[in-house]
């Protein structure tokens, strides 16, 4: 079975973000840059997979600015085999990497494709599902939980009343939560193997796809700073503000 | 640099991640209990630290001394204790066989200090020589191909867990000085080697010392360090050289976790109705630990670039080992000071760091015998 991993390299989890002065979106220029968490989760349980025999092959694939290419390295360093980068320095929304995406499914011949549920910086929450309707393929959203059987592949998914579980038909495209695992720190000897794993790397036009925008961004503002607290004296008063200032009681 | 930025970046980013995410927050736990819990070193090893300055032909990753540096000060970040389950293994356990062993020698014991399955310590210490360590009197007769070893070691740091014993020892004559001694390599299981109780001490709790006896310890003539007889000496002080600069590179990581921390105390802290850091007096302790820490770092970098080029750095690691082990006495001293009462509480873990570095002033080579080093260098190079 041959697993493809779409990754996304964003802002890492632990910059302060800042909106760019002009109001055109946020600042990117030397921030510190990482794999999408949830993205690493995804790796994670392909690389296990392979290491438990029911994958054969794992392909990292991203599309991006070139630099894209590092964050497929920290992929290959975990223990994926080689990448693939759809290298494009225009801004990627999520109809055009699910249409590249399907692209590079068809032409590795995929069986699954295992991504993480959303990305932190656009929090769009979309690629996976219009990748799987592209496709025509079964989605399982949000797993938490993923067991290889003979006829498919079992999830379990993390839904607002609980947990809910589905069989699916392979092929399929899973996206993952972050309860599936821990992903693993890439040993230093395998950070340099990766190195020398290949990356091949091809432009949207290569692809036949068409990634013009869809969607203007009007402006990009930072949410209005927490104001402080006040401290009551009393049940009572708080009970009064929450009646008659907040309104919610 | 032997690795291309990218992928040094990504290694140097994966052990901050791990310092930050796994070692920290176990820090009171280890000290507590004198012990660095096995997970902790299975993930050490599963990540690759045993095996940092190894070359990749004998299973390590082979930095050279400026990354491996660079990598010291991520590793400095955290309790001192964590790099030295590990520290022998990249310095003073492995670095003689590196550096002087024979092509056997390597082969047989190199992967196996670099995957961390070998611990790997270094025994020159004893009871009567420390500092004037050209006059260790522990014995190695020669009894046919075998040598025999009688003496004790003090000191000696991971013995207690110790698989391989780096020992310099006296094949020449009582009075043979430096040239009369020799490095064996001895396995920790050899008849006729024991060790003594581990030994309390001021800090650096998880890390752990013993003494190692020899008594009629007997061992093949090829444990001989590169097979010669009487350059165990020498090759004692090239392991010592090298490690100076790893042993500021960790100096300076902690002076630097100990200047953040104390940034974020006087931010908090207020007093008089002002953050404490608002008060000229903190500042002054603030600016002279940031100054002289990055006075240490431009130092440290550039003898290990000048090592990495092949200069001899003699004086130059003297001087960055003297110079980074007292920055961070100073650093911790100012950290406790400007922590108030709660720099001098166990729970803040302030403390503990004060203890901790202590130690970087004493072990290889004190800070007296630095001066020693720089002053007899500087002397040398004046009279040629
Ligand atoms: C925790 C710990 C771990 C250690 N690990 C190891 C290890 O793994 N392997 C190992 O071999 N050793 C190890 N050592 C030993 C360490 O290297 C010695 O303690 C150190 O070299 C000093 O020797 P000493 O303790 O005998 O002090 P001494 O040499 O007796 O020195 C006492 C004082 O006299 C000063 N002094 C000595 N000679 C002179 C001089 N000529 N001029 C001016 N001042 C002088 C010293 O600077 C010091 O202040 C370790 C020590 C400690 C505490």
């Known amino acids: 079975m041959k697993v493809l991993v779409p990754v996304k390299r964003v802002i890492d989890a632990n910059v302060k973000i800042r909106v760019k002065a002009d109001q055109t979106g946020v600042e990117t220029a030397n921030v510190k840059m990482a794999m999408n968490p949830f993205c690493e989760i995804a790796v994670e349980e392909a690389v296990r997979m392979k290491e438990a ?29 080689r990448g693939v980068l759809i290298q494009s320095e225009a801004a990627l929304e999520p109809l055009a990497v699910a249409k590249l995406l399907k692209a590079v499914v068809e032409k590795e011949g995929a069986d699954l494709v295992l991504m993480g549920k959303q990305a932190i910086d656009g929090d769009n929450n979309q690629t996976g599902q219009m990748l799987a309707a592209l496709l025509g393929w079964p989605q399982g959203t949000f797993i938490s939980k993923l067991e290889k059987n003979d006829s498919g592949i079992k999830v379990t998914r993390e839904v607002d009343g609980g947990l809910e579980i589905l069989d699916l038909k392979m092929p399929a495209v899973l996206t993952v939560d972050l309860r599936l695992n821990e992903p693993r720190y890439a040993s230093l000897p395998n950070i340099m193997k990766a190195k020398k794993k290949t990356i091949d790397t091809f432009s949207p036009e290569d692809l036949g796809v068409d990634v013009s925008p869809r969607l203007e961004t009007i402006k990009v503002v930072a949410p209005p700073p927490r104001k402080a607290g006040v401290m009551v004296d009393s049940v009572a008063a708080l009970v009064d503000k929450l009646r008659n200032e907040a309104k919610v009681i | 640099m032997s690795l291309d930025r990218e992928t040094f970046e990504q290694l140097l980013d994966t052990v901050r991640r791990f310092v930050a995410e796994r070692l920290v927050p176990r820090e009171a736990e280890v000290a507590e209990a004198d012990r660095i819990p096995d997970d902790l070193l299975d993930e050490m090893r599963a990540l690759g630290l045993f095996g940092l300055s190894i070359p990749e032909d004998y299973g390590g990753i082979g930095l050279d001394v400026e990354e491996e540096v660079r990598v ?11 790099r030295s389950a590990f520290g022998t293994n990249n310095g003073i356990g492995s670095q003689g066989i590196v550096i002087d062993g024979t092509e056997d020698q390597k082969r047989r014991y190199l992967p196996k200090l670099a995957s961390g399955a070998t611990i790997g310590s270094f025994a020159l210490t004893e009871p009567d020589y420390g500092s004037d ?59 006729g080697l024991s060790l003594g109780k581990p030994d309390a001490k001021m800090g650096q709790q998880g890390a752990r010392i013993s003494d190692v006896i020899f008594e009629d310890c007997r061992v093949p003539e090829d444990a001989i360090i590169g097979g010669v007889e009487g350059q165990g000496f020498k090759t004692a002080m090239k392991v010592l050289d090298r490690g100076r600069l790893t042993i500021s590179g960790t100096c300076i990581g902690v002076a630097e976790r100990l200047i953040r921390d104390s940034l974020r105390y006087a931010s908090e802290r207020k007093q008089f109705g002002k953050p404490i850091g608002s008060f000229q007096l903190i500042q002054a302790m603030l600016a002279d630990c ?15 670039r000048r090592k990495d080029a092949g200069e001899p750095i003699t004086k130059l690691g003297a001087m960055c080992k003297y110079y980074a082990s007292e920055m961070v006495g100073r650093v911790a001293d100012r950290a406790v000071q400007i922590h108030g009462g709660a720099g001098y509480l166990t729970a803040f873990g302030i403390e503990r760091f004060y203890r901790d570095v202590r130690l970087f002033r004493i072990y290889e080579g004190t800070s007296q015998i630095q001066q020693l080093i720089i002053a007899r260098e500087m002397l040398k190079e004046f009279r040629q």
Request: proline share 3%; charged share 20%.
């Open chain 1, 53 to 81: 025999g029911t994958a054969s092959e794992v392909v990292i694939v991203s599309a991006g600015a070139a630099q894209a290419q590092e964050t497929i390295r920290t992929g290959l360093a975990m223990g994926a085999d």
């Open chain 2, 72 to 82: 010291a000060f991520e590793l400095g970040r955290t309790s001192p204790a964590f």
């Open chain 2, 133 to 191: 360590a050209a006059s260790i009197q522990t014995s190695a007769r020669r009894d046919g191909n075998l040598y025999v070893l009688n003496g004790t070691k003090r000191f000696i740091t991971n013995a207690p867990s110790a698989d391989l014993f780096t020992v310099m020892a006296r094949t020449g004559a009582k009075d043979s000085g430096a040239g009369g001694i020799t490095a064996f390599l001895v396995e920790a299981d050899t008849p």
């Open chain 2, 290 to 304: 940031e100054t002289e820490c990055a006075a240490a770092k431009a130092l440290v970098l550039d003898a290990a």
